[in-house]
T-cell receptor
């Protein structure tokens, strides 16, 4: 069965600095999708970034980028120029291959990010 | 375009009662998934519906059920509520295509069972 592990329950960063959140996963599939979701105190889950496993290029969305290491089954999120609004719970999530015909996400346990002024 | 909406946002029920939660997906989205979020178990997949058919189901007891209507709106029902059912219930929708679009989440329904 697929699993997602986030080993950092909490992280903190100074405003304008860079922070990296770690995620590892386990799967026997070669085609899959990985996501980072942000859940602020309002509890609304917001998609931050997605990565398709068949793409070697790391995904980037403005200040957010990932380091996708397929062989190591590692998927870390780098937040550059951290802002107070980045403070939230961050979840790493896995979705299986297209042929599975499902949207089911498997989530990690989350990392709480604090941003200090 | 309006986002995913969930009603009610907050709910307090007594043990043994039943509850129905509603989810309206983004217009045009045909796939709806439900998740339970608790401090102890984290985010767990409940079930998924596409074109009124349950396509996938998580490891939850039969007290948890759901359905999807022809307009893609979905409801989930929990019968004989237990204290452990207290959780944030999240609904997510996607525009299901071969390109596998992202899921967009609603704000959740906070259920408290007393």
């Amino acid at each position: 069965a697929q699993t997602v592990t986030q080993s950092q329950p909490e992280m903190s960063v100074q405003e304008a600095e860079t922070v990296t959140l770690s995620c590892t996963y386990d799967t026997s599939e070669s085609d899959y999708y990985l996501f980072w979701y942000k859940q602020p105190p309002s509890r609304q889950m917001i998609l931050v970034i997605r990565q398709e496993a068949y793409k070697q290029q790391n995904a980037t969305e403005n200040r957010f980028s990932v380091n996708f290491q397929k062989a190591a089954k590692s998927f870390s999120l780098k937040i550059s120029d951290s802002q107070l609004g980045d403070a939230a719970m961050y979840f790493c999530a896995y979705r299986g291959p297209s042929l599975y015909n499902t949207d089911k996400l498997i989530f990690g346990t989350g990392t709480r990010l604090q941003v200090f002024p | 375009k309006a986002g995913v909406t969930q009603t009610p946002r907050y709910l307090i029920k007594t043990r043994g009662q039943q509850v129905t939660l509603s989810c309206s997906p983004i217009s045009g989205h045909r796939s709806v998934s439900w998740y339970q979020q608790t401090p102890g178990q984290g985010l767990q997949f409940l079930f998924e519906y596409f074109s009124e058919t349950q396509r996938n189901k998580g490891n939850f007891p039969g007290r948890f059920s759901g359905r999807q209507f022809s307009n893609s709106r979905s409801e989930m029902n929990v019968s004989t509520l237990e204290l452990g059912d207290s959780a944030l219930y999240l609904c997510a929708s996607s525009f299901w295509t071969a390109l596998r679009g992202e899921q967009y989440f609603g704000p959740g329904t906070r259920l408290t069972v007393t």
